[in-house]
Structure formats: structure tokens, C-alpha cells
């Protein structure tokens, strides 16, 4: 079972990025798909669902400017991240879950908003 991030970097403040999470080893269209992310030196935090058929969720610092989709054909999940902020800047993690809340996790992004 692997999880695979990519898609961050450094972006300027007001700019976008999108990420990916690629799939692999287990029944992924059955699962619901999280971004969570970690600012240096504190905790993690949830940032979006997208469920097996398709309802998200979003903490409420990213709506109406972050979007999570998926493909299922492709067992790979995005987040769309527009009007990105300094205080957006974390290590951004994709994780799935079915009974168990976060069963598999991804390596991590680091994503950057600065001038």
C-alpha cells in the first residue's frame, strides 16, 4: 500500500499550486482521501475530505480556495490550492481511510508561500 505526493514548491503569495497523490495497493475507490498539513513546529491538521463517491469537506481556513477531487481511474487524488497564503505553508500529507480514520499515509510535500 503507497501513497505518493508530489506537486509542491515554492509559490508566491496569491499564487497556486495543485497537488497530487498517487495510489497504489489497495481498493482506492472505496476509500475516503484526506489532505492533512503540518506548520513547523506544531501539530497536524485536517484540511479536506473527498469521500468514495465524490461529497468533500473542507476546514473552514481553505473554502473557497482550496478544491479536493479525485480520479478514480487514475487511483489518484488532487488539491487545488488557489490564493495561497503565508500561513499555508506546511508539509502537506495525503492519507486513506475506510473503518480506521487515516489507515495509509504519504511521505509528505513540502509546500512554501513566500515573497
Known amino acids: 500500500m503507497e501513497l505518493e505526493e508530489s506537486g509542491g514548491g515554492l509559490v508566491q503569495p496569491g499564487g497556486s499550486l495543485t497537488l497530487s497523490c498517487a495510489a497504489s495497493?489497495?481498493?482506492?475507490?472505496?476509500?475516503?482521501m484526506s489532505w492533512l498539513r503540518r506548520v513547523s513546529g506544531q501539530g497536524l491538521a485536517w484540511v479536506a475530505d473527498i469521500t468514495g463517491g465524490g461529497p468533500t469537506t473542507y476546514v473552514d481556513s481553505v473554502k473557497g480556495r482550496f478544491t479536493i477531487s479525485r480520479d478514480n481511474a487514475k487511483n489518484t487524488v488532487y488539491l487545488q490550492m488557489n490564493s495561497l497564503k503565508p500561513d499555508d505553508t506546511a508539509v502537506y500529507y495525503c492519507a486513506a481511510g475506510d473503518l480506521e480514520r487515516y489507515r495509509y499515509w504519504g511521505q509528505g510535500t513540502q509546500v512554501t508561500v513566500s515573497s
Open positions: 495497493g489497495f481498493a482506492f475507490s472505496s476509500y475516503t
